[in-house]
């Protein structure tokens, strides 16, 4: 059973950074389709960044184009999600999910997509 464990989250004030690890167990993350989510009180879980299984292409939300990256490193299992220029509406539970099996060069985006998630870290920013 795959299992996805986040760390990283904390507050930090407006114009800061914080990176997000998942960890995946079973060595599966090569087989993977990695993405954030994320999930503010009252409000749906959305999309933030997905990475496809194979060749590093990645997409991204409109909302956090050009101040997130997500990355994988398949030998530590882990993906990274990179957050610069945080905002107060960026508040949220992240969530990190995995889709396996997933084709190589597809872009998965939709929460029903995905096989695993993890349990969430906080991440709050202060105006």
């Known amino acids: 059973q795959v299992q996805l464990v986040e760390s990283g989250g904390g507050l930090v004030q407006a114009g800061g950074s914080l990176r997000l690890s998942c960890a995946a167990s079973?060595?599966?993350?090569?087989?993977?389709?990695m993405a954030w989510f994320r999930q503010a009180p009252g409000k749906e879980r959305e999309f933030v960044a997905a990475?496809?299984?194979?060749?590093?292409?990645?997409d991204y939300a409109d909302s956090v184009k050009g101040r997130f990256t997500i990355s994988r490193d398949n030998a530590k299992n882990t993906v990274y999600l990179q957050m610069n220029s945080l905002k107060p509406e960026d508040t949220a539970i992240y969530y990190c999910a995995a889709r396996v099996p997933a084709y190589a060069y597809r872009s998965y985006s939709n929460p029903a997509d995905f096989t695993a998630w993890g349990q969430g870290t906080q991440v709050t920013v202060s105006s």
């Open positions: 990475i496809r299984r194979s060749g590093g292409s990645t």
């Open positions: 079973g060595g599966i993350l090569s087989s993977s389709a």
